[in-house]
């Protein structure tokens, strides 16, 4: 019988540069309260957003992620040709097939690097850190590009009370590559899919297909509304709070990490009052930075996570070597969690 010759990966991996884009437009609150019954106070008191971006013609999915992707790339030290994999997370790319990474890939000038997309909410950077780590240290790929990018205006009822102020378009990318020490801890992940419905998509694209149009929510001027996110906010809420916490916690204890050796936290920006009850249940020391990147940038899903860590460091809150604790939660319910030593 013969025998497969072992892969040989770096020892370790880590995060060797990292790049955000925001697109040009950005939009207050007020712009929301065009559409709602709502107030400033109110959507601040409730979400911490001041402001989002929010994506024009020209800024698509792939446009976005490439200008992200080249930051990161430059960030890194190193040319495109040596990037192995890209691998995009996103849920608003609206083109079923092909990939948007293999647009992206192109775009950048890879030498035909490997290029997916996966689809995993707001905790699609972390799924797409892990498996990046994954492909470094077993060999696949010398250096993986990883990009989380949403254009989330093109999925928001704007007459949704609950959701029209959350959501935000941006593109965040980091490179990960090899390391002679970790520097990318163990990922605590999983899902909950018996929560399914708490964040799901109003109306399935096959239901127009179907030609059955009866029972689709209509806007207020009668038409058909295009589909959009929608969540009950209280369960999500209250699940972040209480069960991400935990998972948080389980990510510290495998990379080996106390509260008091955090530098930084960067969760997912869904809400600054699930972020400031998070850093409260995990006890975290005043020196730790937090994130809360929200309150200009909005939720934007699968890029919020790069999108304040770029932030972090471009503004010194943060600075390269710190060890920061990354969460990301959301629709599915899916969560992934892990500590990085930031580039």
């Known amino acids: 019988m013969a025998k497969i010759k072992p892969s ?81 997370s996103t849920v608003s790319h609206f083109s079923q097939t092909p990939a948007v990474a ?26 797409g850190l892990t498996l990046a780590k994954s492909l470094v240290v077993e060999g696949s790929a010398g250096h993986v590009l990883v990009i989380g990018v949403e254009r989330l205006s093109d999925l928001t009822d704007l ?19 090899p390391s002679e020490e970790p520097a990318i801890g163990p ?11 708490t964040i799901k998509q109003t109306v399935p694209w096959d239901r127009f297909r179907s030609g059955d149009l009866s029972g689709l929510p209509l806007d207020s001027e009668g038409n058909i509304k295009f589909p959009a996110i929608t969540q009950e906010g209280q369960a999500v809420f209250r699940w972040a709070v209480f069960e991400m ?37 995990l006890k975290l020391p005043e020196h730790v930075t937090v994130a809360r990147d929200i309150r200009t940038t909005g939720n934007t899903s699968a890029a919020s996570i790069p999108l304040a860590m770029e932030r972090l460091l471009a503004t010194g809150e943060a600075k390269s070597g710190d060890t920061a604790l990354v969460i990301g939660f959301g629709a599915g319910l899916v969560y992934a969690a892990t500590v990085v030593t930031l580039p």
């Open 8 to 88: 040989k990966g770096a020892p370790y991996a880590r995060i060797l540069g990292v790049g955000g884009y925001r697109p040009t437009r950005v939009v207050p609150n007020e712009v929301i309260l065009e559409h709602i019954e709502s107030s400033d106070e109110w959507i601040r008191s409730r979400s911490g957003i001041e402001t989002r971006h929010w994506a024009g013609p020209e800024e698509t999915v792939a446009a976005m992620s490439v200008e992200a992707a080249g930051k990161a790339i430059a960030d890194a030290g190193i040319d495109a040709e040596q990037i192995g994999a890209v691998v995009v």
């Open 159 to 177: 007459e949704d009370r609950a959701t029209a102020f959350l959501f935000g378009d941006g593109a965040g990318a980091v490179v990960v590559g």
């Open 245 to 281: 916490a935990k998972v948080a916690q389980q990510a510290l204890d495998a990379a080996g990490i106390t509260p008091d050796e955090l530098d930084v936290f960067i969760p997912h920006q869904a809400n600054v009052r699930i972020i400031d009850s998070m850093v409260k249940t």
């Open 102 to 127: 293999t647009e992206i890939a192109d775009r950048l000038g890879t030498a035909k690097a490997a290029a997916f997309d996966i689809s995993a909410g707001c905790a699609g950077f972390g799924y």
């Open 187 to 197: 990922t605590v992940w999983g899902s909950e899919g018996d929560k399914s419905n």
